[in-house]
Structures are given as structure tokens and as C-alpha cells.
């Protein structure tokens, strides 16, 4: 997988309601963004939430992505597309990544239960936690 | 958190040998080991407390994996990595082992350390293996190798399921129907080509987990 570009072209800014239905669109737009190689930036995330926008160049607010039905399979296919047309051509398909999602559960489901989280936390974490149990848990993909 | 560290390794490198980690983090996670890998590094850290971000990423695993570069040693945050997981070495049970992935010179604080070099290897996997090896040795039981690749998920997807080996490419079998796909992977149990079986919701999430005996 041939790299999008610089730091500076790898941020992708995520305008996503944190409302919890949305919950499983937004983490599995996360995970989406990280899988390919890209460096999510929201406006909670954590110690950068004073980071100016003018720095995060692609923004995925959802009026450039076509409709997802509020599915998050069809949402992580969308965002396969639009980030190959738009960023980088050589990044894996949407099912890849939809796969490597659901696997990414598995494995965040039993590191929850191992360090003795209830549901209410899991489902109330925030989003820097959440993106940080991504990039400890999940695979990248092989190149 | 618990005195016992949750990962076996913690990956140190800098920027510039990223695409080099990440690839060692996937060999070592498929071989079962609990990797600490922060893919953004160190030098992402601006703003950040780079003491409380050592702190976790060294109490939380037994051994730091050090990939030492001509790049690894010319910023000083990784050399402050270093230093840190040096320090902890000497006073605690900690281990270092440094990849050396290029003809760079070895600080003077990894000189009496035993190290794995790239250039000498004839791929990543093998110096994968080593690390695996160095792993099993001091906790005295080996991870059980590959144990992902016996994990079977059963995903849904657009009017299909997939029923697929974890770590694999590609799904095994794509079936019409839930109920289709959960039979085969019953039949995957019975034959000991797996011992569990994942199943997940339309939203990626889990549903229940089963083995030959629940």
C-alpha cells in the first residue's frame, strides 16, 4: 500500500454527530480511516481539540460521501471509495476493511472484558480512548 | 492497572521506519504476542506528556523492542525513549532488544545488550520469529503460535456472510444465509479446523462467541 503523502495530507477531519446512534457509523469510520493508513482528526479528540481545521485538510462531513443508509458496512465500502479517489488509489478494498473491523470487535470486546470494563463504559468512551484501543488492537494490512 | 504488564512487547521507532513497524507489529500479533504499537509514534506526541506517554507504554509490557536506525538516533525524542527504557532496564525485571535496521552506530547503552539486525536477516518474519522466541524464553511458556488463525468469524455482509479464518485475506466461504454460514462453521468446529467461532452483528460488533464445547 503506497502511502497517501505527507503528515499533513494524511489527516482526514471526521464531522460526525457523537450522538449514540451514530455510534456504530462513527467508530467504524475510525477504524476505516486508521485501517488505511490516515490520521483521524475530530473536534473532541482529546488534547487536539484546539487544533485549528484549516490544518486538516480532507474532510469525510459526509456531504462528499454518497449515501450509507446508516449502515456501517456501506459506510466503511463509501469511505474505501472515496479515500481511492480522492487520497490515495492503493489502499484496501472495502470488504478488507470491513472484515478486519469486525475482527478489530472480537479483539476490543475481549480487551474490555479483560481489564473489567461494564457496557455502559464501553458504549460511553470517548473517542480518543476508543482510537486508542484501535491502534493498539488492530492488524494493518499486509502491503 | 494491574502490576502484571497487559503486552509482551512495546514497539519504539522513529517516524521514519514506521512502515517497518507496523509490518513487525502484524508478525508479532499473528503470532500471538500482545503488542504495545502506536503507529503515530513518538515525534506525533506535540503537546502531549511525553513522560506519562513512556510511562504507559513501558509499564505497560515486559520487553521494548527498539528499532534503531540512523533516523531512530537523530531526534532527540526517540533518544529520550531510549534513555527511558535503559533506565527502566536497569532497575527493574525489563527487557530491551534492539532491531538494528541499518549500519548506524549503537549507543553506548545498548552496546552490552544482545541485538537482532535486519540487514543479517533474511526477512522481517524471521526477525519476528526471534523476538517470538526471546519472548517465550523469559516468561518461560510460549504463546500459543497462531492463535488468531484458528479463530473463525462469521460477518455479515451486503445479502451474503462471509465465514473466515482471522489474519486471512479473504473469507473462506460466502453463503447466502446466517443460518448457511453458521453451519459451516460448526462443521469447522467438529473437524478441529478451528476452536472458536465469532459471530458478529450488521454493525461489526459482536453477538456470541462458541467452541466445540459451548
Known amino acids: 500500500m503506497a502511502k497517501a503523502g ?12 457523537f450522538d449514540p446512534e451514530y455510534r456504530p457509523l462513527l467508530r467504524a469510520m475510525l477504524f476505516t480511516v486508521i485501517y488505511c493508513d490516515l490520521n483521524p ?10 487544533e485549528v481545521r484549516i490544518k486538516k485538510i480532507v474532510d469525510i462531513s459526509g456531504n462528499d460521501i454518497e449515501a450509507h443508509d446508516d449502515d456501517p458496512e456501506r459506510l466503511v465500502r463509501c469511505l474505501s471509495d472515496w479515500f481511492g479517489v480522492n487520497i490515495n488509489p492503493d489502499l484496501p478494498s472495502g470488504t478488507r476493511i470491513w472484515h478486519a473491523y469486525n475482527e478489530f470487535n472480537a479483539a476490543f470486546e475481549k480487551e474490555m472484558e479483560d481489564r473489567g470494563y461494564n457496557q455502559d463504559e464501553i ?15 488492530y492488524t494493518p494490512p499486509e502491503e | 492497572m494491574t502490576n502484571t504488564p497487559t503486552y509482551d512487547v512495546a514497539l519504539s521507532f522513529a517516524q521514519e521506519n514506521r512502515k517497518i513497524a507496523s509490518d513487525l507489529a502484524r508478525s508479532l500479533k499473528k503470532r500471538g504476542l500482545k503488542v ?7 515525534e506525533n506526541l506535540v503537546g502531549k506528556d511525553l513522560h506519562q506517554h513512556l510511562k504507559q507504554m513501558y509499564s505497560s509490557s515486559r520487553f521494548a523492542i527498539i528499532l534503531v536506525s540512523y533516523a531512530y538516533l537523530s531526534h532527540s525524542w526517540t533518544q529520550f525513549e531510549l534513555e527511558t527504557a535503559v533506565a527502566r532496564a536497569r532497575e527493574t ?39 517470538f ?6 516468561s518461560g511458556e510460549a504463546p500459543s503460535p497462531y492463535p488468531e488463525q484458528q479463530r473463525v468469524h462469521i460477518i455479515s ?6 465465514v473466515k479464518y482471522e489474519g ?27 476452536t472458536e467461532v465469532v459471530v458478529h452483528k450488521t454493525d461489526g460488533s459482536v453477538e456470541k462467541r462458541f467452541g466445540l464445547n459451548s
Open chain 2, 133 to 138: 522466541d526471546n519472548v517465550s524464553a523469559e
Open chain 2, 168 to 194: 486471512r485475506k479473504k473469507a473462506w466461504r460466502v453463503v447466502d444465509s446466517k443460518s448457511a454460514a453458521l453451519a459451516l462453521a460448526q462443521t469447522l468446529l467438529l473437524d478441529g479446523s478451528t
Open chain 2, 36 to 42: 504495545f504499537h502506536d503507529p503515530s509514534g513518538t
Open chain 1, 123 to 137: 458504549d460511553d468512551m470517548s473517542v480518543a480512548r476508543f482510537m486508542y484501543f484501535v491502534y493498539l488492537l
Open chain 1, 6 to 17: 505527507s503528515e499533513f495530507e494524511r489527516n482526514v477531519f471526521i464531522n460526525c454527530p
Open chain 2, 93 to 131: 525485571t525489563y527487557h530491551i532488544l534492539p532491531v538494528r535496521l541499518d549500519h548506524c552506530q549503537l549507543p553506548g547503552s545498548l552496546k552490552s545488550i544482545a541485538y537482532l539486525d535486519l540487514r543479517k536477516s533474511s526477512s522481517l518474519e524471521e526477525v519476528a520469529d526471534a523476538i
Open chain 2, 157 to 162: 455482509r451486503e445479502k451474503a456472510w462471509s
Open chain 1, 41 to 50: 482528526r475530530i473536534a473532541t479528540e482529546g488534547a487536539d481539540s484546539g
